[in-house]
């Protein structure tokens, strides 16, 4: 199984600040991957599909880059409704397998 | 617009099969380049895809469960269904259901339905 390990697992921030969100695959994955948020109780949300697609409706502060095995979530500016916990995915290899999760807290 | 809602037990006894399904609304279940999916979450913890039935019906399934999984589609009732036999306490989860366009990730989920397993 393709291992995904994002770095780092929870993350300090306060509203404002520029978040950066790193995966990496144990192999290459091409473009193959997805990010997601979820919120407490709440299921993933896709954020963003083949490393840097945008989904219809998600704010513009999101962005997604990378191929191969690195691969970076950014959120460039902070909102309070950004608290939450981030998955990457990939689908280039079966089985499909996610990240562990970055926790977004407030600082 | 799309939606999915998962249905099935929250308790389940120990090596029971446990059954799930999940309903697809606002659009056919057979109509686009789709993936239907099962993903579960245990508690706490993080995301494992479980498998999936395509609109064409073939299916694919995390090899760690294979041995016990079975996804089938009803076209009738425009609904996917998740099978897991001989379950465990292991098997504790939130299940969710989620639609995957195209290997390109998974834009619509199911609210998620908590499955324990006990007896």
């Known amino acids: 199984d393709i291992q995904m390990t994002q770095s780092p697992s929870s993350v300090s921030a306060s509203v404002g600040d520029r978040v950066t969100i790193t995966c990496r695959a144990s192999q290459g994955i091409s473009s193959w991957l997805a990010w997601y948020q979820q919120k407490p109780g709440k299921a993933p949300s896709l954020l963003i599909s083949?490393?840097?697609s945008l989904q219809s409706g998600v704010p513009s502060r999101f962005s997604g880059s990378g191929s191969g095995t690195d691969f970076t979530l950014t959120i460039s500016s902070l909102q309070p409704e950004d608290f939450a916990t981030y998955y990457c995915?990939?689908?280039?290899?079966?089985?499909?397998?996610f990240g562990q999760g970055t926790k977004v807290e407030i600082k | 617009q799309v939606q999915l809602q998962e249905s099935g037990p929250g308790l389940v006894k120990p090596s029971q099969t446990l059954s799930l399904t999940c309903t697809v609304s606002g659009g056919s279940i057979i109509s686009g380049r789709y993936y239907w999916n099962w993903i579960r979450q245990h508690p706490g913890r993080g995301l494992e895809w479980i498998g999936y039935i395509s609109t064409g019906g073939s299916t694919y399934y995390n090899p760690s469960l294979k041995s016990r999984v079975t996804i089938s589609v009803d076209t009738s009732k425009n609904q996917f269904s998740l099978r897991l036999n001989s379950m465990t306490s292991a098997d504790t989860a939130v299940y969710y259901c989620a639609r995957d366009v195209q290997f390109r990730g998974m834009d619509v989920w199911g609210q998620g339905t908590t499955v324990a397993v006990s007896s």
């Open positions: 083949a490393t840097s």
């Open positions: 995915q990939q689908s280039s290899v079966f089985p499909w397998t």
